[in-house]
């Protein structure tokens, strides 16, 4: 099946400083990807979706400026939560898919946990 | 309404047992698709299958069923002589179009655990 890789897979920062995290689909062209953040025990949250050299649509409730996506190649997007604070401290999981019809799946990545101290 | 529901949040099974994992869902579409994901505790989410809404007949890959019913919009998944390596969350998730893009909307997932 594809591949999505995720880097780093855990980042344990200051509070106030900024972390970039990346995801790579390595066997296929990612059309559309997607950021979810996942809190324990609980279900995934998406919080936006990008598609390669467009700017990413954001849902609701999730801060654009605090969250910055790239989706600069096909293979390649990148999420930078900028001043993080504790509360932002969560996993956070993408997802590629090489299509954009209903019957595409989601490839997911192993996820980052990110602490913020 | 576009909803999934998994209304058991965790099962616990002895080792050998059969279990089933529901998911309801809704939605306003004539043509969609269904998925169904387990996450072990490692986090990373594995594809376990697709399933598209004019497709009704049942699936079975190995240890692992699938029973879709429009008429109760229910996508049932079936682990028979379930092991302990099974023990994962296990999410049910619906394909809908949002802004232009489809996208999921998962349901709150059911944990399995399988005891040796």
């Known amino acids: 099946g594809a591949v999505v890789s995720q880097h780093p897979s855990w980042v344990i920062c200051k509070s106030g400083t900024s972390v970039k995290i990346e995801c790579r689909s390595l066997?296929?062209?990612?059309?559309?990807m997607f950021w979810y953040r996942q809190f324990p025990k609980q279900s995934l949250m998406l919080m936006a979706t990008?598609?390669?050299?467009?700017?990413?649509?954001?849902e609701q409730g999730v801060e654009k400026d605090k969250f910055l996506i790239n989706h600069a190649s096909l293979t390649l997007s990148t999420l930078t939560v900028t001043s993080a604070h504790p509360e932002d401290s969560s996993f956070y999981i993408c997802?590629?898919?090489?299509?954009?019809?209903?019957?595409?799946?989601?490839?997911f990545g192993p996820g980052t946990r990110l602490t913020v101290l | 309404a576009q909803k999934v529901t998994q209304a058991q949040t965790e099962i616990s099974v002895v080792e050998k047992e059969d279990v089933t994992l529901d998911c309801v869902y809704e939605?306003?579409?004539?043509?969609?698709?269904l998925f169904w994901y387990k996450q072990p505790p490692s986090g990373e989410l594995v594809f376990l299958i697709r399933r598209n809404s004019f497709d009704e007949q049942n699936e079975i890959s190995g240890r692992y069923s699938w029973n879709f019913q429009k008429s109760t919009s229910s996508f049932n998944f079936t682990i028979t002589a379930s092991q302990v390596v099974d023990s994962a969350v296990y999410f049910c998730?619906?394909?809908?179009?949002?802004?232009?893009?489809?996208?999921?909307?998962f349901g709150t997932g059911t944990r399995l655990k399988v005891l040796a």
């Open positions: 997802s590629a898919r090489g299509g954009t019809g209903a019957y595409n799946e989601q490839f």
């Open positions: 998730a619906l394909s809908v179009k949002t802004s232009g893009t489809y996208k999921y909307i």
């Open positions: 939605t306003r579409d004539t043509t969609y698709y």
């Open positions: 066997d296929f062209q990612a059309t559309t």
């Open positions: 990008s598609n390669e050299g467009s700017k990413a649509t954001y």
